[in-house]
């Protein structure tokens, strides 16, 4: 698939997608949108991929946010359009696909480049990242999951100081935070993510999708996620990658997992 403002590798079943507007700090305009939602969409469906890296190009930014020169013109009708499509298109697909997908956050990750990396499962940064939701400073509030899921992952206390002085954080501070589970070089970066993702997908893809699931389904408005994780825990011993890890483990061996 041909991309301009992403490019798409796929090596030893994980798939790195990088954000390559380098020269407008990878800001997410609509096209950027609508090629993530594409190899997104292709990345879940891929049965050689087993889970995604996503970053940004460049040593700057990870995501300086939504393309603001898109902004505007926009109407109040125009803007709730934008939050619910694009919401859905990538942020959502992303916090609910069926495959672990880690956030490298290489610099600058602010207003919907924060929220990009916090619909990914796991966000890892290098030590020269800043992280923040600016958007008030611009006279809007975050719109593409921001005050949720900044909430869900700080607690409310931080979220509320983060958004409202819209103050930028470090990487250190963002650790302390538990926005990241780990702070790096900027060189080893992308290494801490591969040896994370490693290790991920070395485990039964199945089991790791309900996994997901059952984690998301606990901050899902009017779904019980104790029931959920009922419900695919049972199915769990339904498949196949059960067997062999019981069988493995009772052998002595490695698993050697199908996703079946
Ligand atoms: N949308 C559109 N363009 C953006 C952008 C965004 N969110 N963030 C950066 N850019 C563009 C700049 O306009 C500039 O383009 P130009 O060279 O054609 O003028 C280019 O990227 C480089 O940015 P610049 O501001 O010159 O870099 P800097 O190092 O001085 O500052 C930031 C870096 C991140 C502090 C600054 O770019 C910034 O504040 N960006 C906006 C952040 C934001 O409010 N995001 C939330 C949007 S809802």
Do not use: W
Not at 43 to 54: K, M, R, T, W, Y
Not at 166 to 185: F, K, P, R
């Amino acid at each position: 698939m041909e991309f301009e403002n992403i490019i798409v590798t796929t090596q030893n079943r994980i798939q790195y997608i990088t954000i390559n507007r380098e020269s407008k700090l990878n800001a997410l305009n609509k096209f950027t949108i609508c090629e993530l939602h594409e190899a997104f969409v292709d990345a879940f469906n891929n049965p050689d991929v087993g889970g995604i890296i996503l970053t940004g190009a460049g040593p700057k930014a990870f995501v300086a946010g939504a393309d603001i020169s898109e902004f505007a013109d926009l109407s109040l009708e125009e803007g709730t359009a934008l939050a619910r499509e694009n919401q859905k298109l990538v942020f959502d697909l992303i916090a609910n696909g069926s495959k672990p997908v880690i956030a490298a956050i290489n610099g600058f990750a602010l207003g919907g480049g924060l929220e990009l990396a916090m619909a990914c499962h796991i966000r890892i940064a290098s030590d020269n990242a800043k992280m923040g939701l600016p958007e008030v400073t611009l006279g809007l509030i975050p719109g593409y999951g921001g005050t949720q899921r900044l909430t869900q992952l700080v607690g409310k206390g931080k979220a509320m100081e983060m958004i409202l002085t819209a103050d930028m954080i470090t990487a250190e501070d963002a650790l302390q935070y538990g926005l990241v589970t780990h702070v790096t070089a900027t060189e080893e970066l992308l290494a801490k993510a591969e040896e994370l993702m490693i290790k991920i997908i070395s485990r039964a893809p199945l089991a790791l999708a309900a996994a997901i699931r059952s984690v998301n389904a606990g901050l899902t408005d009017g779904v019980n996620g104790y029931e959920t994780e009922i419900a695919e825990f049972g199915k769990c011993f339904g498949t196949d990658d059960f067997k062999e890890g019981v069988a493995a483990f009772l052998g002595k061996r490695k698993a050697e997992f199908k996703g079946k």
